[in-house]
């Protein structure tokens, strides 16, 4: 949502926050540290097919190295999730309740790990002045916005089928009290006049209906590259609730 926005309007004002400290210590190393990083994963590419270096390597120094955010980005570590991401299965990105990521190995014959020309135009966009990242709780990230600013919600999803397990994006779950404190804060923004765009999966569309009574709720199809049958892969169905 944000690199398409981006895309289409140079002078955008946004802030991007995660509670993930991963993904966001990668957008800050790709911001502040691209040239280092690049001769980082320049290296890790020379061990893509390798697995013994997936387990006890890549993924054991990635579980061993601790981010403080406060302090500064860790190249080091950025690398080894892009590694990571494009070696294991299916390119998944799932923790334990300890949070050591714990997603096997993927079994590619020539996995690409990065590309520079797209971290080049990634680098280029969060470089801009009026582009803020955060490390933040979406409800303190949210303290401060301001009738009119456009705000997407994309909270973690409910499993697409009975069997899926692959769920786990930070040490805490997920859970239906969670939507509900969610539903909390939409509204409170909602009655500060934010526009107000949030996205879910199809599992969760009576919860929802429940949750955000009043509001426009919308099925949509989404790209998805990620399922153990390939032929399973491409559009699915995905759930927006929007207060405009």
Request: aromatic share 12%; charged share 30%.
């Amino acid at each position: 949502m944000f690199f398409y926005l981006a895309s289409i309007r140079k002078s955008i004002k946004a802030t991007i926050s995660d509670s993930n400290k991963d993904l966001i210590n990668s957008y800050v190393v790709v911001r502040d540290a691209l040239d280092e990083v690049l001769i980082e994963l320049g290296k890790l590419q020379k061990r893509a097919t390798d697995k013994r270096f997936y387990y006890r390597v890549a993924r054991k120094k990635f579980n061993e190295t601790k981010l403080d955010l406060t302090v500064e980005c860790n190249v080091e570590k950025a690398a080894l999730l892009f590694y990571l991401n494009k070696t294991c299965y299916n390119g998944l990105y799932r923790v334990n309740k300890s949070n050591e990521f714990n997603v096997p190995w993927g079994r590619y014959k020539n996995p690409r790990i990065y590309d520079v020309e797209n971290l080049r135009a990634v680098n280029e966009v969060l470089s801009r002045p009026n582009i803020r990242i955060m490390c933040l709780d979406y409800q303190e990230a949210m303290k401060d916005a301001k009738a009119g600013e456009f705000i997407y919600f994309d909270p973690p999803y409910q499993p697409t089928s009975s069997t899926a397990s692959f769920t786990s994006y930070t040490p805490g779950s997920f859970d239906e009290a969670d939507q509900v404190k969610l539903a909390q804060v939409y509204q409170e923004l909602d009655k500060r006049r934010c526009l107000l765009m949030l996205s879910n999966s199809p599992r969760v569309l009576s919860v929802l209906h429940d949750l955000y009574k009043g509001y426009r709720i919308e099925r949509v199809k989404a790209n998805r590259a990620i399922n153990c049958q390939g032929n399973k892969r491409g559009p699915v169905e995905e759930i927006l609730v929007l207060n405009y």
